[in-house]
């Protein structure tokens, strides 16, 4: 996957999406079409949807929202909305071998680790599993292990590689 902007809301069965889309202060929105979840990475703008007991949000523009200091406004709310969930935001973006992870339980921040072939930007929190294997296995710079990471958290959360084709989301303007 070459681009990817994701939020995964854990536990999150019989959400009404529209009323999510009112509630995150999206305004009136409109469905516009069905895309996959490969897709959704190289579509500017909004895209929702559910899988399984999940709640998938594409969004460019507050994906890094979740990957510095202090919890802002948008992230606040999904805590709020969420208070029972794991919420876990995933980022890939191929041209700069960009990566960044947040996972928060119990409205909590527990990991955050963003980065690029620049540097790492930021690092929160003790180092995930996924992390672990990641550095024992493939011996390699920041930016190739962040974006292995970020690879098993999406076969973690979402199932293994075959089965993302199968996830869709709505894009909304």
Same mark, same amino acid.
């Given at each position: 996957?070459?681009?990817?902007?994701?939020?995964?809301?854990?536990?999150?069965?019989?959400?009404?999406?529209?009323?999510?889309? $009112?509630?995150?202060?999206?305004?009136?929105?409109?469905?516009?079409?069905?895309?996959?979840?490969?897709?959704?990475?190289?579509?500017? !703008?909004? *895209?929702?949807?559910?899988?399984?007991?999940? /709640?998938?949000?594409?969004?460019?523009?507050?994906?890094?929202?979740?990957? !510095?200091?202090?919890?802002?406004?948008?992230?606040?709310?999904?805590?709020?909305?969420?208070?029972?969930?794991?919420?876990? /935001?995933?980022?890939?973006?191929?041209?700069?071998?960009? &990566?960044? &992870?947040?996972? =928060?339980?119990?409205?909590?921040?527990?990991?955050?680790?963003?980065? *690029?072939?620049?540097?790492?930007?930021?690092?929160?929190?003790?180092? $995930?599993?996924?992390? =672990?294997?990641?550095?024992?296995?493939?011996?390699?710079?920041?930016?190739?292990?962040?974006?292995? $990471? /970020?690879?098993?958290?999406?076969?973690?959360?979402?199932?293994?590689?075959?089965?993302?084709?199968?996830?869709?989301?709505?894009?909304?303007?």
């Amino acid at each position: 996957m070459n681009k990817l902007y994701l939020i995964i809301i854990t536990s999150a069965q019989n959400v009404n999406i529209h009323d999510l889309i $009112t509630v995150l202060g999206y305004g009136e929105l409109i469905p516009v079409k069905n895309i996959d979840l490969y897709d959704s990475g190289v579509i500017y !703008g909004l *895209s929702l949807g559910a899988y399984h007991d999940k /709640v998938l949000i594409s969004d460019h523009n507050r994906i890094f929202d979740f990957f !510095g200091e202090g919890v802002l406004q948008y992230e606040q709310k999904l805590y709020d909305l969420f208070p029972q969930s794991e919420i876990v /935001v995933l980022n890939l973006y191929s041209v700069i071998d960009g &990566y960044g &992870y947040s996972i =928060i339980r119990d409205g909590k921040r527990k990991r955050i680790k963003h980065g *690029s072939h620049e540097a790492v930007y930021y690092d929160f929190g003790e180092k $995930t599993i996924e992390e =672990i294997v990641v550095d024992e296995e493939y011996p390699v710079d920041d930016s190739h292990a962040g974006r292995l $990471t /970020v690879e098993y958290l999406l076969e973690k959360y979402l199932g293994n590689e075959k089965g993302w084709g199968d996830v869709k989301l709505v894009q909304y303007k």
